[in-house]
Structures are given as C-alpha cells and as structure tokens.
C-alpha cells in the first residue's frame, strides 16, 4: 500500500527564509506527484503537478522536484512570506487515486 | 470559470439521521473523486468515478456509505444513520480524466455528528 510521508511536521519561521519541505512515499511506481495547499476551513488548491515524465516544475517563488527512483519529492519555497503560512500536502497518484501526505504546517510570522 | 462546488458548507446531525451531500464538478470533467478528511488528518479517498461509472469504492469505510452520478456530472454522497465518528470534512474533486491528470478541490462539507 503507497503511504506518504512528510517531514517536517510543522515549521515555524520568519518572513523572508528560504524554505525545504520533504515527501517520501513507499511505491516508487507512483504516477504522478501533486503538491497542494490547504488553508483553515477551506478546501484544497493545487500548487504543483510533477507528471511521471518531469523531474521538476517551478511557479513563481515554489519550486518542487520529483525523485521516483528514491521515492522523493522536495518542495521548495523561497523568501518566504506570511501569506504562505498553511499546511502543505505532498500527494502521490496512481491512475485512479489520490494518496496525500500527512501534510507539513507552515508559519511564517513578520 | 466556476469551480467545484459543494452543497451544503455545513451540516449538523443528529446521531441516526440520513444525510445527502451534493458535489457539482467542473463542466467537462470526467473523473469525480470522495474524500474523507478527520480534524488534523490528511484526505483519505473514498470513492471515485469516470463519468457515470463507481469504478472504485474502496474507501467507504461502511455500508452505511453510498455515492452516485447517475448522469455522470452532479455527485451525491449519502450517510445513513450517521454515527459520530463520520464527523469529518467531507471533500470533492474533479479531473478531466482519472487522477493522473490534475485535480481540482471543491470547499468541502463540513458534517459533525452530535
């Protein structure tokens, strides 16, 4: 069964660092990798889609990567704002399903 | 363009009480996906359809859980005889097709069970 783990559990930090948040999952037949945030009381939005076929993809200050054969994703946030502050989901897809992370909560205080 | 959208926001049951919770994806998308999220969990899947079709309902944790799509747009979630450990955030999603291509996320239903 694919699990997914994320490290660190929660990260509290000032405005303007540089942020490094893990994924690992168990299956490294995952298909694609989906990196989401979710913010108090309201639904999930999508940040970043890896296909099976890229390594990494970037938007604006995010950037994440995707390591199948280590099983890996990295999701990288830079100067970080407090805007940014929600639990963040490292998600693994099969073809018909969505297995998320246990998620990383983020703080980013002034 | 719209969303996903989900009805209601809120719901309180009572123990026992049936409870029907209404998903309408984004126009266009194939695949429409339950999930179950408990206070400070992650999403765990429920149920999952490609048009019409419940091709995967492994997720439901008990007979007392039934979903359809009868015209394979509008998806209801319904609850019998709730019990309180259904309380939990009840969230759709849509793809074009299947979850290997990018998901969307409704706001979810949030149902507590007293």
């Known amino acids: 069964k694919q699990e997914v783990t994320q490290i660190p559990a929660a990260l509290s930090v000032p405005e303007g660092e540089n942020l490094v948040l893990n994924c690992s999952f168990t299956d490294s037949a995952i298909y694609n990798l989906q990196w989401f945030r979710q913010d108090p009381g309201k639904g999930l939005t999508s940040l970043l889609l890896i296909q099976s076929s890229q390594r990494e993809q970037t938007s604006g200050r995010l950037n994440a990567s995707l390591d199948k054969s280590s099983g890996r994703s990295t999701l990288y946030i830079a100067a970080s704002q407090p805007g940014d502050s929600a639990t963040y989901l490292c998600?693994?897809?099969?073809?018909?399903?969505?297995?998320f992370g246990t998620g990383t909560r983020l703080q980013v205080f002034p | 363009g719209a969303g996903v959208s989900q009805s209601p926001r809120y719901k309180v049951a009572k123990r026992g009480q049936d409870v029907a919770l209404r998903c309408d994806p984004i126009?266009?998308?194939?695949?429409l996906f339950w999930y179950q999220q408990a206070l400070g969990q992650g999403p765990e899947f429920l149920t999952y359809f490609q048009n019409e079709a419940q091709l995967d309902k492994s997720g439901l944790p008990s007979d007392r859980f039934f979903a359809e799509r009868p015209e394979g747009s509008v998806s209801t979630l319904k609850i019998q005889r709730t019990q309180q450990e259904d309380s939990a955030v009840y969230l759709c999603?849509?793809?074009?097709?299947?979850?290997?291509?990018?998901?969307?996320f409704g706001p979810g239903t949030r149902l507590t069970v007293t």
């Open positions: 999603a849509s793809s074009l097709d299947r979850a290997a291509y990018e998901q969307y």
């Open positions: 126009s266009g998308h194939v695949s």
């Open positions: 998600v693994g897809t099969d073809t018909d399903k969505l297995i």
